[in-house]
C-alpha cells in the first residue's frame, strides 16, 4: 500500500539519522476514498491522498516555528496490515486517513514531495491561516487554498539526504 506521511524539512532529518519514520497518521487510498472519489481513476486517488498529507503538513509546520515554510510529503510502500484506514469512520474524518502501527523504515520510502522555495510565503499564510480555514472560515480557506495551488516538486529517495539538508 503505498502511502503518504506528512513531514516538515526538520523532521525528515530527525527521520534519517534515526533510520526510520515514526509511527503515526498519514493518508492512503482507503476504501472511504474510493467510495467518496467515485468517478477517480487510480492516479486521481493517490494524488487526492497526496495532496491531502501536504495539508496535513501545514499543521505540523504551525507546530514548529523554526521549520523552513515548506510542505513536504513522503511517499512510501507499507504492506497492508501496517496502515490501518480510519478515514470516513466519522463524518468529519478525512476518507484518506491511515494509521501506522509501527515506524516506516527509511528503504520503503519511494520519494519525496515538497513546495519550492519560492512558496515559502504563501505556506507560512496558509500555516497562520489553517486553524480558522477548519474552523470554517471562509477567507482563511482561500489563503490555504493558494498554498495548495503550488506544485510540489518530486525527488526520489535516494535525494532526500540532499533535500534535508537544504532546509531552506
Known sequence: MRVYLPATLPLLADWLSAGQVRAGEGRAVTPALREWY????????EFSALLEAA??????????DAAPRRRLV??????EAA???TGGALDDEPPSRVVLHAP?????LVSAHCDEEGAAPAVAAAVRAL?????GDEDARLVVDDAEEADL?????????DLARRQG
Open 104 to 108: 516506516v523504515p527509511l528503504d520503503a
Open 38 to 45: 467515485a468517478g477517480g481513476d487510480d492516479e486521481e486517488l
Open 74 to 79: 513522503l511517499a512510501a510502500d507499507v504492506p
Open 131 to 135: 486553524p480558522a480555514a477548519r474552523s
Open 83 to 85: 496502515a490501518r484506514p
Open 55 to 64: 495539508t496535513d503538513a501545514l499543521a505540523l509546520l504551525a507546530d514548529d
Open 153 to 161: 516538486l518530486w525527488y526520489d529517495a535516494t535525494e532526500l539526504e
